[in-house]
């Protein structure tokens, strides 16, 4: 979803939904003209079917999932989405079936054998695969043609983490980069740091320099900290291009990556975090994070990276967000770059990334519909206006250098090219044990690697032998 501040668009087109006089509040649908964006798309031979003959058209279809993101109850954004396309070009409509955050796989999964399905819900990791081996969700074969220009590079996504058998499991419709570093130059400066950004373009931004910055800024004693974030130790892990739990995509089986040479040192590495007391120490802390955010202290110099998912800075809305926390925008103190690489690796930077889109629920009415939405959402995720409204936001309202904004998509970038990593969450028992090897276990109670492994690599080979056998017989 593209949420863009309406004081940028006053040159735009505005329609606007409002029940008059009504208690309750009723959404408000609001768009901008899009058509030469449309033209350009069409010349690289991407286009949507015509009403009259798309499959899906004039359908409601209802999502099950715990916030609506479909309508838009503020009268200061604009919502310019594929849902709009869908509901104007193809008279679809989106039903709204509330769940909350909790309850989520076990109110789909009692409206499926209620036999009163929602049609679709959102797509993350961690629907794959025991959202399907649990009969929640469905394969989506049949009902999408990634080979379609539309789509992209999404074709290689689905195939290479989001399928087994040759059967796609979600309707993709982007991929977002899911983990970044993010600094304040101006500290960086105070303590005669090079800055990462250029040490990223020169290629020597490494393990090796995060760690020297690290360990010549913290101090505990005077509550001075390298790292706070809840998944800094995922995000870190994401650098070493693999995981501990990968899909093979021959095979269709996961397999355990455990005695992988970069796994281990990237655990050593954080396992030397945790002696070192580089990460604020929120496991005693209640699990609290420091000046209550992540990244929380940066502004002080009391925190140097915030080093985690790019929603950090993805949800952020409003210039006092950043600026509470990271820095002065105005005078270009906050700066982004990727993880670093490993010293000892193949020279290449990799980024973990996460899908957008949807999943189909068992036993779904409408899943053309559902499809027609997705491609819906799609064609609008690469539209040119879209996409410059969004840069325009950033630069204008947030106060974006154009510097950190080419560091943002040249991110994105990466999250749709071969550098791209997923971090299955999706494994039910198999996630246990994973996070007992890179979770804050090696921070909180630092062990070596060996002792790790030792403690819990037969226990991962049997949950997954577990999980290929009931993936093995859900495919038949």
């Known amino acids: 979803m593209k949420r863009i501040i309406s004081v940028l668009l006053a040159a735009l087109i505005i329609v606007a939904l409002v029940g008059c006089g009504s208690k309750k509040r009723q959404p408000i649908q609001l768009t901008l003209s899009s058509e030469d964006s449309e033209a350009i798309l069409a010349a690289a031979g991407i286009v949507l079917p015509e009403a009259d003959v798309a499959a899906g058209a004039g359908t409601t279809i209802q999502y099950c999932y715990y916030y609506d993101d479909f309508h838009n109850y503020s ?38 054998l209620a036999g009163n399905p929602p049609d679709f819900s959102r797509a993350w990791e961690s629907c794959f695969p025991t959202g399907f081996i649990n009969g929640i969700y469905q394969p989506v074969d049949g009902y999408i ?5 539309l ?21 993709l419709t982007d991929v977002k980069n899911n983990s970044m570093v993010l600094y304040n130059r101006r500290i960086f400066e105070e303590y005669g740091f090079d800055d990462p950004a250029e040490l990223y373009y020169n290629g020597e931004w490494t393990w090796d320099e995060m760690m020297d910055m690290a360990l010549d800024f913290c101090d505990p004693d005077d509550g001075r900290y390298a790292f706070n974030g809840w998944h800094t130790d995922a995000t870190f892990m994401s650098s070493t291009g693999t995981y501990l739990v990968l899909l093979n995509p021959e095979t269709g089986k996961f397999e355990s990556n455990i005695d992988d040479p970069r796994i281990e040192r990237a655990a050593n590495w954080l396992t030397d975090s945790g002696k070192n007391e ?4 929120m496991w005693q802390n209640g699990y609290t994070l420091n000046y209550g955010a992540e990244g929380g202290g940066m502004k002080e110099g009391k925190t140097l990276f915030a080093m985690g998912p790019a ?16 820095g002065d925008m105005e005078n270009e103190e906050v700066m982004v770059v990727p993880v670093p690489r490993d010293p000892n690796g193949d020279g290449e930077y990799y980024i973990d990334s996460i899908p957008m889109g949807y999943v189909l629920i068992k036993d779904a009415r409408n899943p053309e519909a559902v499809a027609l939405l997705a491609m819906c959402d799609r064609f609008k995720i690469i539209d040119p206006t879209v996409i410059s409204i969004d840069d325009r936001q950033k630069k204008e309202v947030l106060k974006w250098t154009d510097e950190m904004m080419d560091m943002w998509k040249h991110m994105y970038d990466l999250s749709n ?41 037969d226990a991962l080979e049997y949950a997954l032998e577990e999980l290929n056998t009931e993936l093995a017989e859900y495919d038949a």
């Open 417 to 457: 090219s071969r550098s791209t990593i997923v971090q299955y969450t999706g494994l039910g028992d198999v996630c246990t044990y994973e996070n007992n090897l890179i979770g804050f276990n090696n921070w909180s109670n630092p062990s070596t690697w060996a002792e790790l492994k030792e403690a819990n690599k």
């Open 311 to 326: 929603y950090i800075l993805d949800e952020i809305t409003s210039l006092e967000q950043e600026e509470e926390y990271y």
């Open 151 to 171: 789509w992209g590079n999404m074709k290689y996504f689905s195939d290479t983490f989001f399928s087994v058998g040759g059967r796609p499991y979600m309707f």
């Open 145 to 149: 043609d990634y080979t379609d220009p």
């Open 278 to 281: 580089l990460p604020y120490p």
């Open 75 to 112: 009268q200061d954004e604009l919502v310019q989405t594929g849902y709009w396309t869908f509901q104007q070009k193809y008279g679809g409509s989106v039903e709204w079936v509330e769940t909350t955050w909790s309850t989520l796989n076990d109110d789909i999964a009692n409206l499926v």
